[in-house]
């Protein structure tokens, strides 16, 4: 697959999806509130309450004539337990679902927080912080117009979580958004 | 040949001819083994443990069907404690002399992840790399194909046996199971 436009054409002509729409960078984020000790964090399936910075979704799909290629994951925590707080530096389990099908199985970003030496970019300057971390994608990997789709984040130290920590998940690509074309 | 070039062809050389139908991803796996020892054999039998010390989960030392990695980095960390929930990347001058074994193959030779190795081109903020880039275009873990690596943990200055707690990742692009058809 030769690159990341011509592979959402692909698959977007696959499923039928005719309108070639607006190119655009793409965006989609959720935030998840914590209860104290939540080890286990699910995003994009409850938007209720939420804000416009804490999510930018009302339902877990893309708009009928939206669509995504997802380049890059990033995690923010805002933890603040005592005495030792949370932290995205330790063991993470992350699973990526689109439709039925994962796309991304029992990855462990943490080797991307802070700078250990162990990240797996090769230019890697981070941001050296244990709450805060991005990771690049090897492949593209689609969100298609009208599928559901949703990701789960599980922590090693969740014991740590404490009542009303957040953890952000932000999905960041290139996209197409609605375009008519015409006038209405 | 890009990465997944190289998949498809070894795929199709071991006749796994629906692999170029499977999901691609971005993987890795990693196993640590938080007792201080001279010696680990990663992989082999993390069926047994669980996370946080490995993500293997049930199907240990293989992919499933269909399922695949292909190896492009690999690299070796220090659990800080019995839990292997906290680990970090260098302590002191560490280095890990290896091999990893797919099969009945031994793919990667007495190689060493050397302490501050790869300053060349690898930039990870101050932070000496405990990670080694695989030249090429990396090494393929079939499916159902049991894989491990064996490590020796020294002292890159000395060039001495240095006993540690280790654990070690493989990340690179893979493949995981897409049936492309209903069941």
Known sequence: MANQVQKLSYVDAKLGVSLPGQQTTRVIYDSVNAGAGQGFFEFFTNFAGKNEFQTNLQTNKLDSAESMVIKSIQIIGNFAGTPTPASLANHLNLNVTVGNQLVIKDFDPSFNASTRGLAFDRLHSGANLANNLELRLLTDIVIPPQVNFKATLQLSDGANVAINDDITIIFKGYGRIFSAGNSF | ?183
């Open chain 2, 1 to 183: 040949m890009s990465a997944q070039d190289k998949m498809l062809h070894v795929a199709n050389r071991l006749g796994l001819t629906s692999l170029k139908d499977m999901q691609g991803t971005t993987r890795m796996v990693y196993d640590s083994i938080p007792t201080v020892a001279n010696t680990f054999t990663f992989f082999k039998g993390a069926s047994q443990r669980a996370f946080p010390l490995t993500n293997v989960g049930a199907n240990g030392n293989q992919f499933q069907v269909d399922e695949a990695l292909l190896v492009e980095k690999i690299a070796f960390f220090i659990p800080s404690d019995a839990t292997g929930v906290t680990y970090v990347g260098t302590n002191g001058f560490q280095a890990v002399k290896f091999d990893l074994v797919i099969g009945n193959k031994t793919v990667i030779k007495d190689a060493t992840c050397e302490a501050a190795g790869e300053q060349a081109f690898y930039n990870d903020g101050n932070a000496p790399s405990f990670v080694i880039d695989l030249e090429g275009v990396g090494i393929l873990i079939p499916p159902q194909v049991e894989y491990y690596v064996v490590a020796k943990p020294f002292n890159g200055i000395t060039r001495e046996a240095s006993a540690q707690r280790l654990g070690c990742y493989l990340f690179g692009t893979g493949a995981l199971l897409n049936f492309n058809t209903t069941i």
